[in-house]
């Protein structure tokens, strides 16, 4: 079974820094798009950042870029995401996504099949 358990979460002031994790089980990390959504309270869930595990390509929402990275350790099935500059709007429960098939839109929420447990970042002003 795929399984995705992301953590790092936590409360920081704006300008701060979090990394987040998410250790992947039951896939083939080089054959799957995973990445990063969140959901702020009100909001939809939005995707912030994914990578093609099979090409190693990168995408990032307008909202993020430049101040979060997504990266990943194949060997350790993990993927990250470093954010840096963190800003009260990021605020959210953020949680990692897979999918095996490459979608026609990288940051569409329907295109994942496999989503983790969510962990929280809180970003106070």
């Known amino acids: 079974d795929v399984q995705l358990q992301a953590s790092g979460g936590g409360s920081v002031q704006a300008g701060g820094s979090l990394r987040l994790s998410c250790v992947a089980s039951g896939f083939n990390f080089e054959q799957y798009i995973i990445g990063w959504f969140r959901q702020a309270p009100g909001k939809e869930r939005e995707g912030v950042s994914c990578?093609?595990?099979?090409?190693?390509?990168?995408v990032y929402a307008d909202s993020v870029k430049g101040r979060f990275t997504i990266s990943s350790d194949h060997a350790k099935k993990m993927v990250y995401l470093q954010m840096i500059n963190l800003k009260p709007e990021d605020t959210a429960v953020y949680y990692c996504?897979?999918?095996?098939?490459?979608?026609?839109?990288?940051?569409?929420?329907?295109?994942?099949?496999?989503w983790g447990q969510g962990t929280q970042v809180t970003v106070s002003s």
């Open positions: 990578m093609d595990g099979y090409d190693g390509k990168t």
């Open positions: 996504v897979a999918t095996p098939i490459r979608p026609d839109e990288f940051l569409l929420q329907r295109e994942y099949d496999y």
